[in-house]
């Protein structure tokens, strides 16, 4: 974790404070990204870990760490399916994985529910 933070953009405040991935002003209330404030724009810059830890990136092989249900289907992924060739991105939620899973089709993953191989 960064010590030093950024003073607010708009009222220069130097007690701003992290809030999840936001900073944010307690004077103002103004908030913005922590991307923003260190220069660096995209999605390449963010980090997503696995279950176990392990840093996930796009292309990886990935297998399932519990069952899943998925929604308005009695059907469900069971352990141990692998996903291979998965895409980080920002999904609804939590949802930061995009993929297809053999058998159900395209679909979106939590990374806290899968482990790199």
Do not use: F
Not at 11 to 19: D, I, R, V
């Amino acid at each position: 974790m960064n010590e030093t933070l950024p003073p607010c953009p708009e009222c220069s405040s130097a007690y701003t404070y992290e809030l999840g991935a936001l900073l944010v002003c307690p004077e103002c209330g103004h908030e913005w990204s922590a991307e923003a404030a260190d220069g660096t724009d995209g999605p390449g810059q963010r980090v997503i870990k696995d279950a176990v830890g392990n840093v996930l990136a796009d292309g990886d092989t990935v297998t399932v760490v519990k069952d899943l249900k998925i929604k308005g289907s009695s059907s469900v992924i069971k352990v141990g399916t692998k996903v291979r060739g998965i895409r980080l991105m920002d999904g609804v939620g939590d949802h930061d994985i995009d993929c297809k899973v053999d058998g159900v089709g395209p679909m979106q993953l939590k990374s806290s529910v899968v482990k790199k191989v």
